[in-house]
């Protein structure tokens, strides 16, 4: 039977990158693409059909930042598919950042000097805002989006007899002391990236403790700094071309430096083969290029408290029931007008 494989975000970057590498491997593959914007979405259908004439490249509509979206798209798959083989959460968004210069240059200078090339800890801030749920952007997208994603498809994902999927696309950024349990939508921080992709490796960790027994596995990964639109975004691309041997100089002290999207998926790529069960929940799965470009994927443990790891899965539970219940209300006043 053929492998069901769904990757959100698809459409540029690591997304395509690896929907390219898994074609590459097996095309008997069926591949979803789930993007926000569609035009965008058949265009890396057409590129990937270029390099694979006979593959099944399926797309979805989905924003993972709305909650009408995900339930709308949850619903669309449940119609399509039987069994999700595997359930890629790689949509990410980092608004408006802003890199603190003198925090750089301090870090530059310091011991620390590489633990900052690798994490970026202190050195990015975003201006994050309020969805039309009425959820912070940054949390609602990286994150929330993804977890109702996964309780819509439950159905699908936990099937007797079968082993299912999730893999996350986390960052080393991800800091425990920038997450606060009290304010996981980080409403008072300057860091929501970080804060959400540090709530997604909790999640992952609180999932397989629930979902393990039904079938469904979930692994972390980084796949280290990459040149892509969400770069781009940080400082312009001339900007990243005018240093990139320096980038190339740093990669040989840190392997992080992956810096193509094809380097980048590495970790997502060599999941695919791997047996879930022989997997470390706890581990994060870093995607790294040598100085001399050869590609691997090394485990590092991840810093998650067990315990704080379930509050959260049951706030989240708790706030898709506040969500759902929003929707119909609001689903029930429209039809009274
Ligand atoms: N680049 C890097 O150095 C690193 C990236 N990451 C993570 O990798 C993942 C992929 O990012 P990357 O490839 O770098 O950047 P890109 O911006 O190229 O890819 C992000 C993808 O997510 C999609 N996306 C964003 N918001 C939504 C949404 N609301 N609904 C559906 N899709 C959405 C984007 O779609 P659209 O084209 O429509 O915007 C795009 O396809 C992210 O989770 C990011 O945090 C982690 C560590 C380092
Ligand atoms: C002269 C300039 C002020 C130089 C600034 C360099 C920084 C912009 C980069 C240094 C480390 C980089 C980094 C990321 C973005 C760009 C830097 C801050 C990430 C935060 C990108 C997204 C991720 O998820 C992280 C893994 C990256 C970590 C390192």
């Not at 395509?16 to 591949?31: G, I, K, P, V």
Request: include cysteine; proline fraction near 3%.
């Amino acid at each position: 039977m053929e492998r069901v494989v769904i990757v959100t975000g698809a459409n540029s970057g690591i997304g395509l990158a690896l929907c390219e590498r898994l074609l590459t491997e097996d095309s008997q593959l069926r591949l979803c693409l789930a993007c926000r914007n569609m035009q965008r979405a058949e265009a890396a259908r057409a590129t990937l059909l270029t390099s694979h004439t006979s593959a099944h490249v399926d797309l979805l509509h989905l924003d993972v930042g709305s909650v009408q979206s995900v339930l709308s798209a949850a619903q669309e798959v449940k119609t399509r598919y039987k069994r999700i083989d595997f359930l890629y959460l790689n949509a990410g968004i980092m608004p408006n950042p802003q890199v603190n210069v003198r925090a750089f240059f301090k870090g530059l200078f310091s011991r620390n000097v590489i633990n900052m090339f690798v994490t970026a800890e202190g050195l990015l801030t975003q201006q994050d805002c309020i969805n039309s749920d009425g959820l912070q952007e940054v949390f609602a997208t990286n994150l929330f989006g993804h977890f109702l994603m996964i309780r819509e498809l439950e159905p699908l994902l936990c099937q007797a007899g079968h082993m299912s999927r999730l893999v996350w696309t986390s960052s080393s950024n991800a800091c425990r002391s920038v997450f606060s349990i009290e304010d996981m939508q980080h409403r008072n921080g300057k860091e929501p990236y970080s804060s959400s992709k540090y709530a997604s490796d909790m999640l992952s960790v609180a999932l397989n403790r629930h979902m393990n027994s039904q079938g469904l596995f979930s692994t972390v990964t980084c796949p280290g700094v990459v040149m892509t639109n969400l770069t781009y975004g940080i400082l312009p691309s001339f900007f990243w071309t005018f240093i990139m041997p320096i980038m190339w100089l740093i990669r040989t002290f840190t392997n992080t430096f992956t810096l193509k999207p094809y380097n980048g998926a590495e970790a997502l790529h060599w999941l695919f083969f791997q047996n879930p069960e022989s997997l470390d929940p706890r581990a994060k799965y870093h995607s790294l290029t040598s100085g001399f470009g050869r590609n691997y994927t090394q485990p590092r443990q991840m810093d998650i408290d067990d315990e704080m790891s379930d509050v959260l899965y049951e706030k989240l539970l708790e706030l898709e029931k506040v969500v759902r219940r929003k929707l119909n209300e609001q689903n029930a006043n429209n039809k009274a007008q």
